[in-house]
């Protein structure tokens, strides 16, 4: 008997809250499942490790929308990303890939990006001054939010008086909360975007500073390894990829510790054990959900299943990442778990290259919290937190009380 495509509840707070039970069961079902995606698209959903794994590295999938045979994929995007802001490493394939690619890794190396730790704890630092005196705060808006915004402005060379225009269109484009958007309050956002930067690469052009937007100006006026919508793609992704994701990486992070007592307590113990916490928060309930879309190039067949040529493939990563095939009491948090190769920085050549940047900063944001903010405790009955509906998880809000220090 064929299986019914399952409806991905997006707009239902509960869904919202906790996915994670629907996840199990689709999981349970089978391999690989139909959905219905956000906007009425039809996905073959990937929902195992094994399976998920080998289809990040799959060739014939890609990640260029226009290899999908939904026109409605394409209808639905902003018209000015669909003009100017396709030409970005997200969506592209080898080689347009690995040439982009290749232009911004050395600023994400490991070594590069642990040069940038004194900076970090300067942030983090500064952010939680202004919050202990009070004893109270949201731990988003106050905390999660403008410290990986500062990172990434700082590496990118945004200006600081420019933060709030980016945050406020990026929150249009991209951060949907339950209710359809307006598609005119969309597109003008990504219209603002795509003009801004226009004038701050201009700006750039003729002051260059030591920064990354700078080096990518070079590379495309002088090594012309890049053209102008490239330039202009890769300037966006690397601004709203560089810190959206990490927002939620350590408001999700503070949040469970404080479902989960104990593990906060050993946590807060055992400083060493950061690292490991961090790669849990990632594969128990990680910034990305359900997962990440590739279009099958030809026919696949993915365990069994056969997927025609152009369908959207969903690799789900946060369902993969609960799969007990691969790891051992998959719905407890163990921020001690050793063997946790999850995928929530995804696989392949698509491994997202600001793995080392959002880590460093998870790290020095959540252990400076958690020495900082003695008596941390949610200021709201969890039930009462707002999940973001999908695709970037994580709390809206994150408001909590303290021990406050009036020093």
Known sequence: MRQQPVLLPYTDPAFAADPFPLYRQLREEGPVRRAVLAGDLDAWLVTRYEDGLAALSDPRLSSDIRDASDPRLMEQLPVTERES??????????????????????????????????????????LLDAIVPAGRADLVADFALPLPVTVISELLGVPVTDRHDFQRWTDEMIMRGVRRPDPAVVDAAWRQMRSYLTKLLEAKRDRPADDLLSELIAARDE????????????????????????????GSGIATLLAHPEQLETLRNNPALLPGAIEEFLRYDGPVSPGIARFAREDVSIAGVNIPRGATVLIASA??????????????????RQDNAHLAF???????????LARLEGQVAIGTALRRLPGIALAVPPGELRWRPGGLRGPELLPVTFTPDPN
């Open 319 to 336: 369902i993969a990442d609960r799969d007990p095939a691969r790891f051992a009491d998959p719905d407890r948090l163990d921020i001690t």
């Open 223 to 250: 090594e012309q390894q890049l053209t102008e919508d490239e330039l202009i793609a890769m300037s966006f992704l690397l601004l709203v990829a560089g810190y959206i994701t990490t927002v939620n990486l350590i």
């Open 85 to 126: 802001l396709m030409s970005n490493m997200l969506r592209s394939d080898p080689p347009d890939h690995t040439r982009l690619r290749r232009l911004v890794s050395k600023a994400f190396t490991a070594r590069r990006v642990a040069e940038l730790r004194p900076r970090i704890q300067e942030i983090t630092d500064q």
């Open 346 to 356: 995804g696989h392949g050549i698509h491994y997202c290259l600001g793995a080392p």
